[in-house]
């Protein structure tokens, strides 16, 4: 059993653990810390099991990964609204030359008046009408 290469690697200070696979574990360490679902389940854990002590890191992270969706969504509709304002620029700078017709009515999509089937009985009318 001694023999066997897993439990070298999880020794401290062990000789068998190498450079990269130290770089591996620092890598995959830091995802998990950063994980948003890791960090949730962390805070929830926290919240429920032990009162609130150590929510502070992994509600922090959350935190910081809504700053950065809504840091994107900032900038998406920034350069939405600098390309609306070239194109109306443009149209002003070069307004079309022909004028486009109104769209038509397509009778295919107008809702269609009911009638009665074939063979059945008129609709009653009421008194008076």
Known sequence: MSGDPRLKRTQPGGSAVTA??????????????TAVTGNAV???????????????????????????????????TRRHR????????????DPPTEIQDPPTDDPSLETPTPHGAPGAPPPLRRAGT
């Open 42 to 76: 962390e805070a929830l854990r926290s919240a429920l099991y032990f009162g609130g002590a150590g929510m502070l890191r992994p509600v922090l992270v959350l935190c910081a990964w809504i700053g950065a969706g809504i840091a994107l969504l900032g900038l998406d």
């Open 20 to 33: 990269a696979a130290r770089a591996s574990d620092a890598r995959q360490a830091v995802r998990d810390r």
């Open 82 to 93: 600098r390309a609306a304002l070239a194109e109306a620029e443009r149209e002003i700078q």
